[in-house]
């Protein structure tokens, strides 16, 4: 008794063997980040593909409601690539950084990065990754160099001063 028909087993095979194989590949970590207000932040999207194969156009997004918008403001985001060449494997990657330079609490959502290429349409989205931006817990409070404990510690040492040429003489 035959299991599989010959017919059978050969489209099983051609169509397991047939997959297409990503010609680019997205990565980046799974973590949220939380950072402060003020603060800087620099989120990394490495894409990973043949160079033969595509020419690469990468981007990364945002979202803070229903909708992904591409990030291209100039004056709140600087986006910076540089790529490298792994020639053991015939493969380039590309590291595409997102730098926002002074963080809003605006600037809390979820971000996305995405490369496609160019010659056959072939596109790779990494995963959402949240950021959230918390409030500075010192905004609009000011630092005195001389506050009333440090008056207070002034005052004591000028009188104890007094004191002991007083008792000196």
Known sequence: MQIF???VAFLIMFVLCSQP???VIVRYPREPVTQTEGLSLSLKCTVEYRK???DIEAKWWYTNSYELLPIMDPNTYLITVNET???T???RLRNIFLTISSLKLQDSGLYQCDAKCLDSGTQAKGHLVAVNITADPYKGLKVSTWS??????AAALAFSTILLLLRCY
Do not use: M, R
Request: contains cysteine; glycine residues 4%.
């Open 5 to 7: 028909h010959p017919t």
């Open 21 to 23: 194989t990503s010609a």
């Open 52 to 54: 033969k194969d595509c």
């Open 85 to 87: 060449e792994l020639e």
């Open 89 to 91: 494997k015939k493969l």
């Open 148 to 153: 009333g404990q440090l008056k207070a510690d």
